[in-house]
């Protein structure tokens, strides 16, 4: 069953408002992210082996200083490889609409979202 006209208006505005309000997340759900920095990811994990090498090293000389180094080396490494890239994610003009009146573009999370919606309005019908 299709949705009324007064559902698909308050529908559109709900859309509208979450991408113009929460920019944030319709970055995060909208799967628009770019390419992996697979140089920041091998820099981090180098880091990280060199902060586990330096935190035992620690420990087998007996020297704190040089195991909370390690582990600074190694706690820097982890954050690098699981920060996103300064060029990973998608503007906030971008997830706007142009015109305050327009309909957003659809998001593959609200294509998602419908197909699962139809699935399950038909399995509904078939029982």
Avoid: C, H
Avoid at 12 to 27: C, I, K, S
Avoid at 30 to 55: C, D, E, F, K, M
Avoid at 61 to 83: N, S
């Amino acid at each position: 069953m299709p949705l009324s006209e007064q559902e698909q208006r308050l529908l559109e505005e709900m859309e509208r408002n979450l991408y113009q309000n929460d920019a944030d997340f319709v970055a995060t759900v909208s799967g628009r992210r770019g390419r992996p920095n697979y140089t920041q990811i091998v820099l981090g994990a180098l880091l990280s082996v060199a902060g586990v090498a330096t935190l035992v090293a620690g420990v087998i000389v007996r020297q704190p200083l040089v195991g909370v180094i390690g582990f600074a080396l190694m706690l820097a490494g982890v954050l690098l490889v699981l920060a996103p890239s300064a060029g990973s994610t998608s503007s906030t003009r971008a997830a706007t609409p142009d015109r305050p009146g327009s309909a957003p573009k659809r998001s593959s999370f609200m294509e998602a979202m419908n197909e699962r919606w139809e699935r399950r309005r038909d399995s509904d019908q078939g029982t």
